[in-house]
Every structure is written in structure tokens, then in C-alpha cells.
């Protein structure tokens, strides 16, 4: 079981940066993989990133590419989401997620945040 706590949100101007943190509850923390996932009002959860329980492998959805960078540290049991330039279009409510295997599925992450809002002024 693996409990996991968004922090880090608010509110931003277009073209600034916010760093959100997901702190992880258990001693697995460090074997699973970790994503970051957003939803927006009236839209569907898409994925936005994600990191394998090493940290040496991560992927990034094509909208977050070089914008975007998700990192973790074991020894804390915390993944974390650095976001730079950011746009309107990134307002959301930003969920963490774990998952057994780094996969951009929603559906393959058994275990959640209750997620941390973003919005973006322009």
C-alpha cells in the first residue's frame, strides 16, 4: 500500500514556474515508478509525466516536452514535477500516481494522490 500527498500548487502567471511535490508514505516507495497526471474542467485525466523507480528512465507527454522535468528522490520518498514557461493550457488539478511499472496508463497506476491545483493566469 502506498499513500501519496500532493503539494506545491497555485496560482502563476503565464511564462512562470511552480514545483510540485508528491510525498510517499511505505518503505516500497523506491520500487515503483511514479507519474504525474492533470485534469482539467469538463476533460479527461492525461498523462504528463512519469519516472521509472530509478529515476533513469522518464517520459513526458508532448505538450510538457522541454518544459517540464520529473524527478524523485528515494531517500525522501518524493517525486517531484519542476514546471517552467508555463501556459494557460497547463491549468488542472495535478494528481501523483505509483504503479509497478513505468507506463503512461492511467489505468496501470493502482495508487493515487487527491491531486494539487495549478492554474495559470495569462
Same mark, same amino acid.
Given at each position: ?38 485534469? !482539467? *474542467? ?5 498523462? %504528463?509525466?512519469?519516472?521509472? #523507480?530509478?529515476? @533513469? $528512465?522518464?517520459?513526458?507527454?508532448? =505538450? ?34 505509483? !504503479? *509497478? ?5 492511467? %489505468?496501470?497506476?493502482?495508487? #493515487?494522490?487527491? @491531486? $494539487?491545483?495549478?492554474?495559470?493566469? =495569462?
Amino acid at each position: 500500500q502506498v499513500q501519496l500527498v500532493e503539494s506545491g500548487g497555485g496560482l502563476v502567471q503565464a511564462g512562470g514556474s511552480l514545483r510540485l511535490s508528491c510525498a510517499a508514505s511505505g518503505r516500497t516507495f523506491s520500487s515503483y515508478a511514479m507519474g504525474w497526471f492533470r485534469q !482539467a *474542467p469538463g476533460k479527461e485525466r492525461e498523462f %504528463v509525466a512519469a519516472i521509472s #523507480w530509478s529515476g @533513469g $528512465t522518464a517520459y513526458y507527454a508532448d =505538450s510538457v516536452k522541454g518544459r517540464f522535468t520529473i524527478s524523485r528522490d528515494n531517500a525522501k520518498n518524493t517525486v517531484y514535477l519542476q514546471m517552467n514557461s508555463l501556459k494557460p493550457e497547463d491549468t488542472a488539478v495535478y494528481h501523483c500516481a505509483a !504503479a *509497478p511499472v513505468l507506463t503512461t496508463t492511467p %489505468v496501470q497506476y493502482p495508487y #493515487w494522490g487527491q @491531486g $494539487t491545483q495549478v492554474t495559470v493566469s =495569462s
